[in-house]
């Protein structure tokens, strides 16, 4: 008996995915060439041998946490953002870098007469598998392609009338946006077509003060918090990592004017 079709909706950044599965292979290559007696405290290999190890072991952790959170991870983090919204399931609600559509399809589900519209400019480098068919197939797995839709269009220039919507949602895509002009542009774009009394959710890695700021400029109370559930281990550490330009977490508001 075959087993039911399981939404996918890929693997995060899969170009960093790739580049840290390479360094914790050099790494994992550099402790078996020392246990095996190739190169010692010693030998000037160690120079490069030792740090490397140390560098593969943590890219291999962070490669599997990865990897776990696109597969598993991020379905049950969604639920827990989207659960911020109450939701009475006749929202009309926007997308924005939807992806294979993880958010849209779990805003959908929460609908009834509702629906929910995706946009994407689908750049494959921020999410493997990444095309327009993607987030309607999920849909379709998901029982509710009666209530989606989705088209190629660019967050920075939203092809939709001023209030068009009561929920605006965005998930891990306005920070591949690297211009702060740019980036403003698409989130005042998402206070353009929300309504007055709409609500938006920004979930995402990088510029949250930004977002709220803007946002608060545009007529929305926006307020930043820090990430849900089992993100907040991942938000720490990669904040350590990075010195604090990496941190998970979310912005969400109210359009008041």
Known sequence: MSQPARADYGVDAPAAVRNLLIVCALGVLSLVS??????????????????????????GV???????SSKYGKVREREE???????RGDERVLDVGCGRGLFLVGAAKRLTTGRAMG???WQAEDLSGNQPS????????????????????DARK???????FDVVLSSAALHNIYDAGER????REIARVLKVGGRVLIVDVRHLRQYAQILRDAGCDGEQDAARSVQKLLSHVMRLLTL??????YVMGRKAR
């Open 81 to 87: 953002y989207l659960d911020l919204l109450a939701w």
């Open 119 to 121: 946009i994407d400019i």
């Open 34 to 59: 020392r246990v095996a007696g190739v190169w010692d405290r010693e030998s000037p290999f160690a120079l490069l041998g030792r740090p490397l190890i140390s560098a593969g072991l943590s890219c």
């Open 244 to 249: 604090g330009a990496v941190q998970i977490g």
């Open 158 to 164: 939203l092809p939709f009338e001023d209030a068009s």
């Open 62 to 68: 962070m490669a599997v946490w990865m990897i776990w």
């Open 184 to 187: 403003e542009t698409a989130v």
């Open 134 to 153: 993607a987030p309607l197939q999920n849909a379709t797995i998901e029982g509710v392609a009666e209530r989606v839709e989705a088209q190629t269009a």
